[in-house]
């Protein structure tokens, strides 16, 4: 369908097919790695494992852990996760429960060194069964006197309040405990690598006298974890994060402040300013904004008039990136997305833009019959299954870009084309 058309509607009425919420199985866009939605970047179960020094629990049907052996290639976790697969028995009868703090003990027996934590992870079988993880993380715990986690890989509740990248974000920051605060101490929460080097963010809260910002994706002991509660304030750069810095506000007393991931400098610079009158203090942003601009109007005359088609598997939003390039003079002439209630808003002002840009959803079977239209990049890896000839940027990376400093890197990526 065009933007326009989309752009008609409301969220509530959005055709069928393009709604995850209208289907039993959420058919991601990750399924196009031909894999499961937690194997690829980071699913729940790496996500678990962003606690420094700690282990996982894989507690599943085989299905489930083959796609997780694939991490134990990479050397960062060769050591980190166990597995205790079920059979048709343990499901029927729910056995396996009580193996869990066996397999825990069995665990440390082969690790050289204690870990920190261990990362509980169970999947829709025992969602269906309606395990009480809490209690068994607590036999874990107290048995192996380690604290036990609960990650819950619950494919079934991507459309409830509380999904699973929401959900392991909450069990990753649970083992947090009460402590001094530093008013010079800050935390940045949303992602579990961090942000690029050179993103302006670290200079602009330095310029205020903040001293320490920790991300989690920058721990590497468990000690470092455990002062991120002496945070004076955490700032949330993703929506999946906000539950979690919730759940600090109310147990450790961590108010949070909460900022998007954008592309259009204006945006951007909106942002900042708010940012700095929450903070008290005024965020020189400018020459970071200046250096933003150049990038884009670089880009512009050794490039001209660029029509680009945008993925969704990709660190952004694709409607607002899509928006990004039409405000600064490019063609968007398809995007791949998941419609939801808060990019709509980027939606509607998309079509008054650009009315005919093609919007299709990855989430149907009926894409193995796209039939590709040219354009001259694309920004996105699913792009790059639709047009495998055409050059482009999967900009889906580990680091993650934000604010000024992810606009000029986007635009240096598509100049190296």
């Not at 059979?87 to 056995?95: A, F, S, W, Y």
Request: proline share 6%; with cysteine.
């Amino acid at each position: 369908m065009t933007t326009k058309e989309l752009a008609e509607l409301t969220p509530a009425t959005l055709p069928s097919e393009m709604k995850s919420s209208d289907h039993l199985i959420y058919s991601s866009p990750a399924t196009l790695y031909f894999n499961s939605p937690g194997a690829k970047g980071f699913g729940v179960k790496r996500a678990g494992l962003a606690v420094p020094e700690s282990v996982m629990l894989l507690v599943s049907p085989g299905c489930c852990g083959r796609n997780t052996s694939l991490f134990r290639s990479m050397p960062e976790y060769r050591d980190r996760f166990f597995f205790q697969l079920l059979d048709d028995t343990d499901i029927v009868t729910g056995r396996h429960l009580t193996k869990i703090p066996e397999a825990a003990e069995e665990m440390l027996k082969v690790l050289d060194k204690k870990p920190s934590a261990i990362m509980i992870c169970i999947t829709c079988v025992d969602a269906l069964l309606g395990t009480d993880m809490e209690r068994v993380c607590k036999k874990v715990t107290e048995r192996t006197g380690i604290p036990a986690v609960a990650c819950y890989m619950y494919a079934l509740t991507r459309e409830k309040r509380l999904p699973p990248m929401a959900a392991v974000r909450t069990s990753v920051y649970s083992l947090l405990e009460k402590a001094d605060k530093v008013p010079q101490d800050m935390n940045i929460m949303g992602y579990f690598s961090p942000l690029f080097d050179s993103c302006e963010l670290y200079p602009l809260m330095k310029s205020i006298g903040i001293k320490n910002i920790r991300e989690i994706g920058r721990l590497k002991t468990f000690d470092e974890y455990k002062e991120m509660s002496r945070a004076n304030f955490n700032l949330v750069l993703n929506p999946e994060a906000r539950a979690a810095a919730q759940s600090l506000q109310d147990r450790l007393g961590i108010p949070f402040i909460e900022l998007l991931r954008l592309y259009r400098t204006d945006k951007i610079h909106n942002q900042y300013r708010l940012l700095g009158e929450a903070l008290g203090s005024g965020l020189d942003d400018g020459p970071y904004y200046e250096k933003a601009r150049r990038a884009i109007e670089g880009f512009k005359e050794s490039r001209g008039a660029v029509t680009f088609a945008v993925g969704e598997i990709q660190n952004g939003d694709p409607i607002e990136m899509a928006l990004m390039l039409v405000e600064e003079g490019f063609k968007v002439k398809e995007l791949f997305a998941t419609i939801g209630e808060l990019n709509f808003r980027f939606l509607k002002r998309l079509a008054e833009l650009s009315p005919d840009t093609l919007v299709y959803s990855n989430l149907s079977p009926t894409m193995m019959y796209y039939e590709e239209e040219p354009v001259d990049m694309y920004i996105g890896s699913d792009c790059s299954y639709y047009h495998p000839a055409t050059p482009g940027i999967e900009w889906c990376d580990d680091e993650q870009p934000f604010g000024y400093d992810g606009v000029i890197k986007l635009f240096e990526r598509l100049e190296e084309l």
